[in-house]
């Protein structure tokens, strides 16, 4: 079945550094990927999205490229601050119609 | 606010007692979907709704669970018998039909604790 892999949290990083949060997928066909995003005490929000092979998904300074020879949707910031503090999670959905997430990955930006 | 609403956002209950949660999606969305949220882990899937039709269900979801959805509507989550392993953060969403592979929106989510 469909599934998604996110590189492993926490992540700490200092603010104004760059940051990279890796994921690659599983899938049959031609999924959409989404960056969701959930700040402390809140629900999940879109943060991103891509619907097809190179599109580039991008939001807030975040980018992510849809990369189908590599099977991977890789979230960049150049420049986080700390109200980028948040766990993030990659998505994908495909013929099915249902999201399937990664496990999810900790970002915490110190001033 | 014409977003994802879910009621109750807390819930604790004793263990092996029902408890029901509802959701109300954002008008006009045809699909509703239910997850499930352990810590440190990603959303779950456990079902989802077209208009009034279940569609699939995840094997997660034990005989003690069911969802409904009657007008096509709101939705409703039951959980009998609740055992602490239930306790969790239970995810609705809901997305338009008219485009595939389009993104869910969101509740906030109702905690649930087992004690």
């Known amino acids: 079945g469909d599934s998604v892999t996110q590189m492993e949290g926490p992540v700490t990083l200092s603010e104004e550094a760059f940051l990279t949060i890796n994921c690659t997928y599983t899938?049959?066909?031609?999924?959409?990927l989404f960056w969701y995003v959930q700040y402390p005490g809140e629900g999940l929000q879109l943060l991103l999205k891509?619907?097809?092979?190179?599109d580039k998904g991008s939001n807030k300074g975040f980018e992510a490229t849809y990369r189908k020879e590599t099977t991977s949707f890789h979230l960049e910031k150049g420049s986080v601050q700390v109200s980028d503090s948040a766990v993030y999670f990659c998505a994908l959905m495909g013929g099915a119609q249902k999201l399937v997430f990664g496990q999810g990955t900790r970002l915490t930006i110190n001033p | 606010d014409t977003g994802v609403s879910q009621d109750p956002r807390h819930k604790i209950t004793k263990r092996g007692q029902n408890v029901t949660f509802r959701c109300d999606p954002i008008?006009?969305?045809?699909?509703l979907y239910w997850y499930r949220q352990t810590l440190g882990q990603g959303p779950e899937f456990l079902t989802y709704f077209q208009n009034e039709a279940q569609l699939e269900k995840s094997r997660l979801l034990s005989d003690r669970f069911s969802a409904e959805r009657p007008k096509g509507s709101f939705s409703t989550l039951e959980i009998q018998r609740t055992e602490q392993g239930d306790s969790a953060m239970y995810l609705c969403?809901?997305?338009?039909?008219?485009?595939?592979?389009?993104?869910?929106?969101f509740g906030q989510g109702t905690r649930l604790t087992v004690v």
């Open positions: 969403a809901s997305s338009p039909e008219r485009q595939r592979n389009t993104e869910a929106f």
């Open positions: 899938a049959t066909g031609y999924p959409s």
């Open positions: 008008s006009e969305h045809n699909r």
């Open positions: 891509a619907t097809k092979a190179d």
